[in-house]
């Protein structure tokens, strides 16, 4: 006979379960969307090196250094520190009617403990009082009295290469106590629940609340095109709307918006055209005899900050695509790949100075962070302080100018380059390359920086990838140029 199954949670999984019952059940029984990609590992090697510099803040403390799979012995081996009188303890571990906990610091305090709990984050959040609520309730009923508990994460005050107050520490002793009971009812009601079949629950704002759910696809597939949740800027408020009945964007009046984009998206889905509104025009009519270079940047951030100047989690520019436009309308392409081995700012910044001198207009997508950048690598490097303003002033918008003036039905309610670039441009699409935005670009970078495991050839595949990457989005833009302008005769 088989043995009966007896479902066991972590911290972890325990904050998934309080997000959807559904969607801890998948976690646990069938989980194929939570195999680990460039992001994943990204934000795993970026809180090892966050866990590794708050140990740093502790004198003497006692690693429970095991495989992370080998729980009894993480616990066995905690039981084994805490008899021999161990002050502070890192990743000591514990069980609870089938609950798993690893403290990131535990901290002899008087008769009893102190709980804390350490995240990569700049600032305290009400998902991290449920994390340490957990805690605390697996560790009291092993035994222990936890008399303080806080949040160490890491504070926008500090700046490399100083290191001292690069944590801020927030107590959150009442805040965890008080949700001790709550805990101990949801943890026996998520073990329940892992012994049954996949349980029915509705989908809403917990789907991406506290965080985006990784099973959103499997529970939205039937969903309809131009379903209301895809009215640009709706958020949470569509949720009200379907309540109502109302699940198309077609169903809606212009005027129960009043964002003028979602106007002119309302109008497009209706009458299945796209908006092209008159001022577009003379937009494109000033852009006329300029010298046209279109811009993109890419940037890697890291939690612990490694560069001189830079606060946790500063986006610092390591890559650059640059297409300038020739008069017979051919691109002349230019691209820079920082060597991930030092500060890549100064020799980004030279690169895109030298190369964007004859334009007389720059076009970005969403240029504010471009301007961004410049600004933030002109502060830290006084001495390219003047040409990259100079640049700046040069900066154009073309998303500004897209959404004021243009709405394809298939933008579906987006205005990023990857929705809306394949609605204008024929033949356009990002779904062959092996990056998949801003963000997997961003992993990938930070993996070209941190893995120091990394073969030259996989070191030379991450980096072709990467050029691909950023050289469609430059190669994008010129396609939503040409299409505005022929939007505009
Ligand atoms: S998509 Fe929503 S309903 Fe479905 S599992 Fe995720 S959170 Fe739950």
């Known amino acids: ?76 081996r905690t039981r084994s520190l805490l008899r021999a009188g161990a002050k502070v303890i890192f990743e000591a571990a514990f069980r609870h009617a089938g609950v798993f906990v690893a403290v990131d610091v535990l901290r002899r305090h008087g008769s009893g403990w102190d709980v804390i709990e350490v995240k990569s984050s700049t600032k305290l959040k009400k998902e991290h009082v449920v994390d340490v ?15 303080r508990a806080f949040v160490m994460h890491l504070s926008r005050d500090s700046r490399a290469p100083e290191m001292s107050n690069l944590f801020a520490l927030k107590s959150v002793t009442a805040a965890s106590k008080a949700l001790a009971r709550d ?63 109302i699940t198309n964007v077609a169903d809606l009046d212009e005027g129960a918006v009043r964002s003028v984009a979602a106007q002119r998206q309302i109008r497009a889905v209706k009458t299945r055209k796209i908006v092209v509104e008159p001022g577009l025009r003379r937009v494109v009519k000033r852009l006329r005899k300029k010298r046209i270079a279109l811009f993109d940047l890419e940037t890697v951030a890291f939690a612990v900050p490694r560069f001189s100047g830079c606060r946790p ?22 691209e820079f790949l920082a060597t991930c081995d030092e500060d890549p700012r100064p020799e980004l910044a030279r690169f895109v100075i030298e190369r964007l001198r004859g334009a007389d207009t720059i076009l970005c997508w969403n240029a504010g962070f ?35 003036h243009v709405y ?7 205005f990023s380059l990857k929705s809306v670039a394949p609605a204008l441009v024929p033949r356009l699409s990002y779904d062959e390359l092996a990056v998949g935005g801003g963000q997997a670009a961003s992993a990938m970078l930070f993996r070209l920086f941190n893995d120091v495991t990394l073969t030259k050839r996989q070191r030379r595949r991450i980096r072709d990838d990467l050029l691909a990457y950023c050289a469609l989005d430059t190669r994008a833009m010129a396609g939503v140029l040409r299409a505005l302008r022929r939007l505009a005769r």
């Not at 099973?215 to 949720?239: K, M, N, Q, W």
Request: glycine share 8%; net charge positive; aromatic share 6%.
């Open 183 to 245: 805990v101990a009812k949801e943890a026996r009601a998520q073990l329940r629940m892992l012994r049954g079949p996949l349980p029915e629950v509705d989908v809403g704002a917990h789907c991406t609340d506290p965080r985006p759910c990784p099973f959103l696809d499997r529970c939205h597939d039937d969903v309809e095109e131009h379903h209301v949740s895809t009215l640009h800027g709706i958020g949470s408020r569509a949720l009200g709307l379907v309540a109502r009945g």
């Open 313 to 334: 989690w500063d986006q610092v520019p390591a890559q650059a695509s640059i297409d300038v436009e020739a008069r017979d309308g051919t691109l002349k392409h230019h």
């Open 370 to 404: 471009e301007r961004r950048c410049l600004q933030e690598i002109g502060n830290a490097f006084p001495e390219l302080r003047r040409p990259l303003r100079g640049l700046s002033r040069r900066i154009v918008d073309l998303l500004s100018i897209v959404r004021e």
């Open 1 to 76: 006979m088989r043995p009966a199954y007896s479902p066991r949670i972590s911290k972890t999984r325990f904050l998934a379960g309080r997000q959807c019952h559904r969607l801890l059940w998948w976690t646990v029984h069938d989980a194929e969307e939570l195999e680990v990609d460039a992001g994943v590992s990204a934000t795993l090697a970026q809180g090892l090196l966050v866990g590794e510099e708050a140990r740093r803040q502790f004198h003497h403390g006692a690693l429970v250094d095991v495989p992370h799979n080998d729980i009894d012995e993480r616990i066995k």
């Open 408 to 414: 394809h039905p298939k933008f579906y309610g987006s």
């Open 133 to 147: 609520a957990v805690q605390r309730w697996v560790i009291e009923r092993c035994g222990l009295r936890v008399k």
